[in-house]
Each structure stands twice: as C-alpha cells, then as structure tokens.
C-alpha cells in the first residue's frame, strides 16, 4: 500500500504498533525464562507509548480537521 497522505502513514504505523504490543505480551506469557519475560514486557510497554504517541497525533490531526 503507497499513500503520500501522512495521516494515513501514522495510522499504519499506529497498527503495525499495537501488533508489536501484542505480540511482545502474547511472548512474555510463554516465556519460562524471568529475563526473557521482563525484556518482552518492557518491549510492550515501550510500544504502547510510541501507540499513544501516535494516537495522540492522529487525534490532533482530526481535531483540526473540524
């Protein structure tokens, strides 16, 4: 998928992010190693703020829009 719209590039982004949280949480529950599991965790809480961070964006983007 090309778009040159940037709103549309951070939505991507925003998805492809809560991907990464999922799958970062969904390892740290099958992890049997305690260093493994905390890396995963600290993985999914380090891209639950880029999503919050992209979320916020997006809401100002639509914000201005009205």
Do not use: G
Request: aromatic share 6%; hydrophobic share 40%; charged share 40%.
């Amino acid at each position: 998928m090309k778009t040159t719209n940037p709103i549309d590039v951070i939505r991507m982004a925003l998805e492809r992010e809560k991907m990464a949280v999922r799958d970062y949480s969904e390892f740290a529950k099958t992890a049997t190693e305690p260093s493994i599991r905390e890396m995963f965790l600290f993985l999914a809480e380090e891209e639950e703020k880029h999503v919050k961070l992209l979320q916020d964006e997006i809401d100002r983007e639509v914000n201005q829009e009205m």
